[in-house]
């Protein structure tokens, strides 16, 4: 997608507050800021020189303390609508009319690394929605994985410390492949669960527009009579759920770090606006004991076989922040952050959360009126006695306590009409224990249902990810514990990470087969979305002589799919097409690489082999394009490209002429246009979006 933001600076807001002279902060104008107040040309800085002292004050105080998790974000506004009432089952406001959209604002974000890390790392993405309800805001705070590492909160420092870079080295940034971690993983088996996601190519996703959102825990919906209902949230993305090669994500930290950020603001400031699709899972509070898992066990899914997903609305993002600090910076979530019709359940890490993330922000924003920063501000109206504190702005005037006769009662507590949220009346009977569950005790039989749930290729990569972060875990014995601890949720998975890392391969574990149950909803093969193209990312390999037919009908053919195409030469500025016409470019290659596309098109020119043939850094790319298992497509003398990197067990097809493809590679040696049945194929092999079991590169 082309970059909008030179439009953006080219459009003056009329609200913006820098549009006029400058001044100092007390509004005083101000005519020289290149040169500090001196007593003579090589004099002394003078003390005087407020403005001085004022700029360089302020800029000593820009930064806030980053998240302690989550401090790499990317945020956005838009909408939500309900398909029908949810009335059945909740009373929540923004549930009820599918005529009212409710404004939201979303962050997503990576877990480990400091806020200027990189995107594409190993990592839970956060997703984190307020929806600014007529009731009051509502916040959904949740992952791209559906469970979490622990199961009571209070684990979560210690889980935090162990996945944070070393304390003594403060090494790795935005890693999990290290020793303190898998030394936590390998002695708390309640961690397997989530690793197995953290291992799969969900921790890698090719855009936050294309990954799923989970609420995690169960919380629980309450309708108009106080009857409650568990229920699990998710998010189910319209281009559907996408990721990354591992070689792949770890390139795109170095050739684009802001890889993810970057996709999401230009697509929205192209009004390609990422949608997601709202879904339930519900469960009869009588139901409570019906599953082999506990309900309060964040470390289990409620497989959408046995209980599904019910669609209940749409999220749209259509609007970027215009101040990053301003508003994905200091946007504000909080798990208690609820609205009458949701309410919590006993999962103890929900209950740790509804006491951390308000803790966080009073510390992070510096007090208690950051609901008062305008992305944190409700847009129900706000009644209270509380007062004063750091960076109050309301002028509150008449009485500050209840009750109050002075000041005719106000603000009264709302009671009669129902408005007012009520906690569910659960019952809650017990002794004062510290003590896990037993219904919490299985830690294997989720792992292994996702592990049996995986495509092969799914778990070629896990295994892979496996080898790579022990394979960087100094301590043998970690790892070793590690593999152990894999050898109970399956043991051929075990004995194959076992050979990548030079530990024993263990003879003992969990019996093949012992744990057989799949959910085919936790494959990314299961995710696949609308299928459509839209903001796929498709480079065109260029050089003067480039057959200008071929790449004006596959442009022309691919954009009407939504594709983004982008003419890609070995130097910017325009390149001579074959008909004598200058075609511009877009980008130049030695600025690009692969791994910022979704496919490549190499088309030929009339006499012979284009030169990108002979281009190191043109080959390099199909290369990369071709082990990362993304769609290459090529036409006429363009074919002859592919002849370096591919290998003839795919390319050997396509030198007949006739219309080939074959792992998503489809190439066309007939000169002239692109044919459309070469253009069906190419758009079906983008849409699959990688081909898996090809055979390896020539070079
Ligand atoms: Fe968070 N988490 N978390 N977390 N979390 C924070 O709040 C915490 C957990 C999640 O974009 C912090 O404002 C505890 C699960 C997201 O601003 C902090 C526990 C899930 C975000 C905090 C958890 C999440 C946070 C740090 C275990 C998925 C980023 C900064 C009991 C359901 C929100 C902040 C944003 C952020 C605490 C576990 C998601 C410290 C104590 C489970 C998406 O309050």
Redesign the pocket.
Known sequence: MTDRKQEQRDTVRADDPTNGPLTTDQGVPVDHTDDALAAGERGPTLMEDFHFREKLTRFDHERIPE????AR?AGAYGYFEPYESCAGFTRAAFLQDPSVRTPVFV?F?TVQGPKGSADTVRDVR???TKFYTSEGNYDL???NFPV?F?QD?IK?PDFVHAVKPEPDTDIPTGASAHDTLWDFVSLQPETLHAIMWLMSDRAIPRSYRMMQG????TFRFVDVNGHGTFVKFHWKPKLGSHSLVWDEAQECQGRDPDFNRRDLWNAIAAGEYPEWELGVQLVPEEDEFAFDFDLLD?TKVIPEEQVPVRPVGRMVLNRNPDNFFAETEQ???HTANVVPGIDFTNDP?LQ??NF??L???LI?LGGPNFTQIPVNRPVAPVRNNQRDGYHQSAIHTGTNYSNNSLGAGCPAVSGADGSAYTHHAERVDGAKIRRRSPSFQDHYSQAALFWNSMADWEKEHIVQAFRFELGKVGALAVRARTVDELSNVDLELAREVARGIGVPVPQGGAEPGRYKSASPALSLEAQRGDGSLRTRQIAVLVTDGVDAEQVTSAREALAAEGAVVEAIAPADGTVTGSDGQEYQVDRALPTVASVLYDAVLVPGGPVGTPAVASDPDAVRFVRDAYRHGKPVGALGSGVGALTPVVPDAVHVATQNGSVVADQGVVTDTSPGPAQSEFLQRFIRAVAEHRHWGRPPVRT
């Open positions: 998240r302690v998790v989550h974000g962050r974000s956060g997703f984190a705070v949740g992952n979490f622990i909160g979560f989970f609420g995690v825990h964040a946007v504000a979530f890490l740790a959360r951390s993330y803790d966080t922000q992070r």
